[in-house]
């Protein structure tokens, strides 16, 4: 079996935790959908459902995960609903790791334009 080296692990590890990101954003999509199943509050939900699946399609992930652990935490907290504990510190792990390199949703940069060259082309003025 062939090494695959340090660019390949890293590349592996990022596409685990992409993975881990996504499975990670429909768990929490899921559990708010069961959040307004159970009447719970409607603010907590306006605001879970959609962070939820911003971690899921990767859009600015760690920002969403570190805003989504304050419902997260208050339903542990309220309910003591040991899932959802665990959602918290699963969330917790997305926002520390780099799982935003790989299959996300975010628009890319037009390359940049090329800059005019004036003057001469062998760096002298004149």
């Not at 993975?19 to 199943?37: D, W």
């Not at 603010?43 to 997260?72: D, E, I, K, M, T």
């Not at 040991?82 to 799982?99: A, P, R, T």
Request: proline share 6%.
């Amino acid at each position: 079996m062939r090494s695959r080296g340090r660019l390949g692990e890293a590349a592996a590890n990022a596409r685990f935790l992409a993975v881990f990101r996504i499975a990670v954003g429909a768990v929490a999509v899921t559990k708010g959908a069961m959040l307004l199943g159970l009447g719970r509050e409607p603010f907590l939900v306006a605001l879970w459902v959609p962070l939820g699946l911003l971690v899921l399609l990767g859009w600015r992930s760690r920002w969403a995960a570190a805003v989504l652990l304050a419902p997260a935490g208050y339903v542990a907290v309220t309910a003591y609903q040991n899932h959802v504990y665990l959602l918290w510190l699963l969330l917790v792990f997305v926002v520390i790791s780099d799982g935003g390199r790989y299959y996300v949703l975010r628009v890319r940069p037009s390359p940049p334009a090329p800059l005019p060259l004036y003057g001469c082309s062998d760096g002298r003025d004149g």
